[in-house]
């Protein structure tokens, strides 16, 4: 257990608070760029901001303050110009770096005066059909290249859900392999209306430090420590994110009790229909309540997300009991703290990335690298174990015309069924 002090400092994400300075220095994604086609301003809630991402006439994005500088209206309401967003009250503009560029009346009644006024502004840009924020300090970090954004052989889909909890729950569940057994594998079996036998148990479990974050390494009764699980392992991004060899998951906050999960996910096409080429990455918003109110439970990272809400708004770590499976938990813990410590020295900590060669390509552990980054045969996407290739387990609700467009690249069916039903 730790202190409730500790507990505070590690989950309180606002202006000023230490773990919100240090969360901020890392490049932050925010949204999908083709959530913007339709509607091209979209009010945001983040680290306890109340903020307006859009996208301008000219494709420049801005985030800046919900509340127009001049008489306070909300410029969620607003419309995007050539150069800029525009407040629906009385017209003024402003750019995507904060300036104010228009006001109406007075640059036409007094065209002599210019008076400096700014709004609260973060710079955006785009990378593997996200939009990426930085929050912090000047001058930011480069903003790295993750090497999944640049295999370009199979098909992208970006899911985003706001949760009612800290992001501290969903982050240190990225390093926790042992939920695996219990809340996928056999919690599923019991949704199915199955008793038994489990699945396999874990034999064997390890953590280890990478330049950007930490794997976690297994071996189950079903595999042994040739197992790439073991071998390679699953990433816990630094400092609020994962990778599993084939998709990205972030815990954004938007302030201390709620967070926005941000989920990227990349299906390697069959090699038979390569070149492929991915116009666009289509973004979509998971639900997460049954209509009873109840929680949705049929995907895999539906079943985190109740683990995550279960333990509260902000969890009370002060009552909890850590064991030996938890020694990633507290590899994380100690690492937040020792990143605290830098910045207050004026340091960079874990992972930021200034070099821009370094930042162009930043390759990860990958798990199944021959098939995410050259493609699959399509008669080993069609083989019994590749199921899930074959359907969207992680999180319910792709909408329809998502499910064709994954088709349509795949050249397959897609199914329409979950990861509990997986074997259906």
């Known amino acids: 257990m730790i202190s409730e002090a500790e507990n505070r400092l590690l989950t309180e994400v606002g202006p000023g ?67 800029g967003l525009r407040c629906t009250y009385h017209g003024w503009l402003f750019g995507a770096d904060g300036e104010v560029i228009e006001q109406p009346w007075e640059d036409t009644a007094f065209p002599q005066r210019k008076e400096q006024v700014r709004i609260k502004s973060y710079p955006v840009k785009e990378m593997g059909g996200l939009l990426w924020a930085y929050f912090g300090p000047a001058p930011a970090p480069e903003l790295p290249r993750f090497e999944p954004f640049a295999w370009g052989k199979g098909f992208a889909q970006i899911v985003m859900s706001e949760l009612p909890c800290n992001w501290l729950q969903g982050q240190e569940n990225s390093i926790d392999p042992i939920h695996f057994e219990w809340m996928h594998a056999n919690w599923s079996q019991r949704l199915r209306g199955d008793y038994g036998p489990y699945g396999p148990k874990h034999l064997k479990i390890d953590f280890r430090e990478f330049d950007y974050g930490y794997t976690y390494n297994r071996v189950r009764e079903d595999t042994d420590e040739e197992n790439p699980l073991w071998t390679i392992g699953r990433a816990c991004m630094y400092p609020n994110g994962m990778f599993t060899g084939d998709h990205f998951e972030w815990r954004v906050p938007i302030d201390d009790e709620n967070m926005l999960s941000i989920g990227w996910f990349y299906t390697p096409v069959p090699i038979e229909r390569l070149p492929y080429v991915q116009e666009k990455v289509p973004t979509w918003y998971g639900p997460i309540k049954q209509p009873d109110g109840r929680w949705i439970t049929s995907h895999v990272m539906n079943q985190d997300f109740v683990a995550w809400i279960g333990q509260g708004s902000i969890s009370d770590r002060t009552q909890e009991n850590l064991r030996s499976s938890d020694r990633g938990v507290a590899m994380l813990r100690r690492q937040f703290h020792r990143d605290l410590e830098a910045i207050a020295r004026g340091e960079d900590p874990k992972g930021i990335i200034r070099d821009p060669e370094l930042a162009s390509y930043v390759p990860l552990p990958v798990i199944d690298r021959k098939t995410v980054v050259d493609g699959i045969p399509l008669e080993e996407l069609m083989r019994p174990q590749r199921t899930h290739m074959r359907r969207f387990i992680f999180q319910y609700g792709q909408p329809e015309e998502v499910r064709l467009m994954q088709e349509e690249a795949l050249g397959v069916a897609v199914q329409a069924h979950s990861y509990v039903n997986i074997e259906g």
């Open 17 to 83: 608070t230490p773990m919100g300075e240090l969360l901020r220095r890392y490049w932050q994604p925010i949204g999908g760029a083709s959530e913007l086609d339709d509607a091209p301003v979209k009010a945001r809630r983040l680290f306890g901001e109340n903020l307006v991402l859009f996208r301008d006439q000219d494709g420049n994005y801005g985030l800046v303050d919900r509340q127009c500088p001049h008489r306070r209206a909300d410029l969620s309401y607003g419309y995007v110009e050539k150069c």
